[in-house]
């Protein structure tokens, strides 16, 4: 079974960046998409985009679309969330989480069987 690690959360000014990553331990990493979650407080884990097991392909919430993307470095283990342009409404805690297979069409947390602790990014002046 796959643990996931998320770290890079912090406290920034509206319009900072940051760089969140997600280090797994454990068999065939690369062979298992992986997500990122957010969950703001008393608010639903609403899902924020993905990448495949080779990290050729990702898909994106249109909310982030144009600001976050995710990369991954297999050879480290490590999946990259890119926080750019950040506004306050963008404060949640930040969760990856992988799949089974090395593609999922899957948006829900149902979707994911493996999920970090969560990272917070709060956003504010």
């Known amino acids: 079974q796959v643990q996931l690690q998320e770290s890079g959360g912090g406290m920034v000014l509206p319009g900072d960046s940051l760089r969140l990553a997600c280090a797994a331990s454990g068999p065939s990493f690369s062979n298992r998409a992986v997500a990122w979650f957010r969950q703001a407080p008393a608010e639903e884990r609403t899902f924020i985009g993905k990448?495949?097991?080779?990290?050729?392909?990702?898909n994106y919430a249109d909310s982030v679309k144009g600001r976050f993307t995710i990369s991954r470095d297999n050879t480290k283990n490590t999946v990259y969330l890119q926080l750019n342009t950040l506004k306050p409404e963008d404060t949640a805690v930040y969760y990856c989480a992988a799949a089974q297979l090395p593609w999922t069409t899957a948006t829900a947390p149902a979707g994911y069987d493996a999920w970090g602790q969560g990272t917070q990014v709060t956003v504010s002046s």
């Open positions: 990448i495949s097991g080779s990290g050729r392909s990702t």
